[in-house]
T-cell receptor, first 115, second 111 residues
Framework: DAGVIQSPRHEVTEMGQEVTLRCKPI?????LFWYRQTMMRGLELLIY????????DSGMPEDRFSAKMPNASFSTLKIQPSEPRDSAVYFC?????????????FGPGTRLTVT | KQEVTQIPAALSVPEGENLVLNCSFT??????LQWFRQDPGKGLTSLLL?????REQTSGRLNASLDKSSGRSTLYIAASQPGDSATYLC??????????FGGGTRVLVKP
């Protein structure tokens, strides 16, 4: 299996621009998670989906952030408008909710820099 | 709200020595606990997952224990190697498989 795939791997944008991060979970997994990692706050859960439905978005920092999962093999995290404090590494992870173990597998991350 | 603490924050040992990494968490109502490894500039690699009903889990040179009632988990790495140098993260999982991460322990194994 190819594992969790994220794109782009690096994104540099100017403040005020829209940013879209993409994730393809492991085939057959039915839970998907978006995390953000910064030096100051560590790894934080932003939102997660079960069977393409958003379950908990309490970690989404502001209304500027939105996430969608139109089908089982694709999810996006959008920031509009972006701000310098959004600079971080964004990770996507997936798991098989019905497997009993719930082990999460992470993608390589997208490093976002907002200038 | 779950809070996770990892001690020590950094550790430097000579090759061959055994590593002991500690993790404590405040809310014992967990479903499982995962240990991850993160190399600089890379994603997270899952090392071990312990279910809440288990006391320990082993994989090769790695052994993780879980004492759910006292809110503690320990990761043991036997006979450390320079390739074990990385940051190790502990993450207890709550309902919905929501993971809360500790700050990590940065490990350096010197040849």
């Amino acid at each position: 299996d190819a594992g969790v795939i994220q794109s782009p791997r690096h994104e540099v944008t100017e403040m005020g621009q829209e940013v879209t991060l993409r994730c393809k979970p492991i085939s057959g997994h039915n839970s998907l998670f978006w995390y953000r990692q910064t030096m100051m706050r560590g790894l934080e859960l932003l939102i997660y989906f079960n069977n393409n439905v958003p379950i908990d978005d309490s970690g989404m920092p502001e209304d500027r952030f939105s996430a969608k999962m139109p089908n089982a093999s694709f999810s996006t995290l959008k920031i509009q408008p972006s701000e310098p404090r959004d600079s971080a590494v964004y990770f996507c992870a997936s798991s098989h909710r019905d497997s009993g173990s719930y082990e999460q597998y992470f993608g390589p991350g997208t490093r976002l820099t907002v200038t | 709200k779950q809070e996770v603490t990892q001690i020590p924050a950094a550790l430097s040992v000579p090759e061959g020595e055994n590593l002991v990494l500690n993790c404590s968490f405040t809310d014992s109502a967990i479903y499982n606990l995962q240990w991850f490894r993160q190399d600089p500039g890379k994603g997270l690699t899952s090392l071990l997952l312990i279910q809440s009903s288990q006391r320990e889990q082993t994989s090769g040179r790695l052994n993780a224990s879980l004492d759910k009632s006292s809110g503690r988990s320990t990761l043991y790495i036997a006979a450390s190697q320079p390739g074990d140098s990385a940051t190790y993260l502990c993450a207890p999982g709550a309902a919905g498989n929501k993971l809360t991460f500790g700050g990590g322990t940065r490990v350096l194994v010197k040849p």
